[in-house]
Antibody, heavy 117, light 109 residues
């Protein structure tokens, strides 16, 4: 059974940093593109970034370029999102998700990030 | 990278059909046959219900179907059931990145 479990969310002050992790199990992690998607409270889904199987290709939405960094460790079956210079508008539930072809076939339960002083 | 446009809400009685549109541009919806749809119940993670415009993953009821014409994709729910009440999001590949729709709340009357 495919499982994705996010961790690392919490309360952080504006301008601060946070690193999210996503532990994957139940599939060959190194064989799939992975992605981070977020959802602000009461709002819609926003695609943030994705990373190729070997980490060799990475793409971001413009709103997080230069502030967020997606990475993976295939030996640890883990996906990461390093978030710097956090703003109030980054407050959201952050989901990691696994691609099957061009769709996000599996999602974690999400981790809440709150940016507030 | 503007969000795809969806109606804010649609509603129907049990057994009826409803359709949700998802309008983008030639750089996303119109340019690729990689539109997916997701169902999200309150306080739960999204669930994939349609991929590649028309494909239904295993376990998704066949009352869910997808289509596309030009820059607009559509999700149709035939034979609406109470458990279909949820938020629905389209998503399109846009050349190395992806863009979601604004989301549609489906209400079963």
């Amino acid at each position: 059974e495919v499982q994705l479990v996010e961790s690392g969310g919490g309360l952080v002050q504006p301008g601060g940093s946070l690193r999210l992790s996503c532990a994957a199990s139940g599939f060959t992690f190194s064989g799939y593109w992975m992605s981070w998607v977020r959802q602000a409270p009461g709002k819609g889904l926003e695609w943030l970034a994705n990373i190729k199987r070997d980490g060799g290709e990475i793409y971001y939405v413009d709103s997080v370029k230069g502030r967020f960094t997606i990475s993976r460790d295939n030996a640890k079956n883990s996906l990461y999102l390093q978030m710097n210079s956090l703003r109030a508008e980054d407050t959201a539930v952050y989901y990691c998700a696994r691609y099957t072809d061009y769709a996000l076939a599996y999602w974690g339960q999400g981790t809440l990030v709150t940016v507030s002083s | 990278q503007s969000a795809l446009t969806q109606p804010r809400s649609v509603s129907g009685s049990p057994g009826q059909s409803v359709a949700i549109s998802c309008t983008g541009t030639s750089s996303d919806v119109g340019g690729y046959n990689y539109v997916s749809w997701y169902q999200q119940h309150p306080d739960t993670a999204p669930k994939l219900i349609i991929s590649d415009v028309t494909k239904r993953p295993s376990g998704v009821p066949d009352r869910f179907s997808g289509s596309k014409s030009g820059n607009t994709a559509s999700l149709t729910i035939s034979g609406l059931q109470a458990e279909d009440e949820a938020d629905y999001y389209c998503c399109s590949y846009a050349g190395n990145n992806y863009v979601f729709g604004t989301g549609t709340k489906v209400t079963v009357l």
